[in-house]
């Protein structure tokens, strides 16, 4: 994406929140995303999920720019390409650890053969090392159970990118690692990996560490005004978004 900007008009005077951010993720990278309370990095994911669209700028994906497509195929697009992970859990607490899972392969057309269903939705538990929990309910797992529950269903669609907001900011620090570690090594099949936090130990187990200061993305050795040509990449580089080569960009 390059060139977001977003202003959140509440009671009271306009904000900008989001002013002319430049990001590209590659496929299966992970990318830490810092910044103080209130800095804009929930709202920058809830765009880059596709639950709101910028004022200005581009989103590239897959040859589109999805910065003003309407609702109806955002939600398509949310489901297809993105899986999320909260610091809630988000579980249904009548569901086994796997239903919790199978809940997101639910599609437009109902759902999948059951035995395809069953072989994804055990990968993914097994990914995320609680295949043995699959039949638990939520109320008899730990909190870092519960969250890699969640990260399973977020993965059962084999996204193309993982967006973490806070994902281990109700789990104790050793529980919080095993999570981000699971997540991370998503990544090594290629899923992209956006993970918001204030944890710097975690942001540092991505390849890359960004902070969001005054509506703009920096990386830690560069200013605010030289975010558009990051190391290694010529200003044309950023336009990319997973998936997406830089060729790929309109001019
Ligand atoms: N719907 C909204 N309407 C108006 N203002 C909003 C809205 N959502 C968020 N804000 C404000 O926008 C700013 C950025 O919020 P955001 O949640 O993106 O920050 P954050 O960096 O994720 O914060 P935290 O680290 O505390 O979660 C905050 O000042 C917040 O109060």
């Known amino acids: 994406m390059v060139g977001i900007t ?5 009671q009271q005077e306009p904000r900008v929140i989001l002013d002319g951010v430049d990001l590209t993720v590659d496929p299966g990278e992970s990318v830490a995303i810092l910044g103080r309370s209130g800095s804009g990095k929930s709202t920058l994911l809830s765009l880059i999920g596709l639950f709101d669209r910028p004022d200005d700028g581009h989103y590239f994906m897959d040859g589109r720019d999805l910065a003003r497509i309407p609702e109806r195929k955002a939600a398509a697009l949310r489901s297809a390409q993105f899986g999320f992970v909260f ?4 579980l249904l607490k009548h569901l ?36 043995h929990l699959a039949k638990q309910r939520p109320a008899k797992l730990s909190g870092g159970e519960q969250q890699r529950v969640a990260v399973a269903r977020a993965l059962v669609r084999q996204p193309k ?41 975690h942001a540092a187990k991505m390849q890359r560490v960004l902070t969001l200061t005054n509506g703009v993305l920096t990386a830690p050795d560069q200013s605010p005004t030289e975010v558009l040509t990051a190391p290694d990449q010529g200003p044309t580089e950023v336009l990319t978004a997973p998936g997406w080569g830089a060729t790929e960009v309109p001019a």
């Open 6 to 10: 977003k202003t959140l008009k509440g």
């Open 96 to 131: 086994t650890a796997a239903q919790n899972v199978a809940m997101a392969l639910v599609n437009g057309q109902g759902w999948l053969p059951r035995r395809h269903r069953r072989a994804r939705v055990l990968e993914a538990l097994d990914l995320v090392g609680i295949a």
């Open 161 to 201: 990118l993982l967006l973490a907001d806070e994902p281990t900011g109700a789990l104790d620090t050793e529980t919080g690692n095993l999570v981000i570690e699971v997540m991370r090594a998503a990544t090594d099949r290629g899923c992209g990996l956006i993970l918001v936090t204030h944890d710097h130990a």
């Open 87 to 90: 610091q809630r859990f988000f």
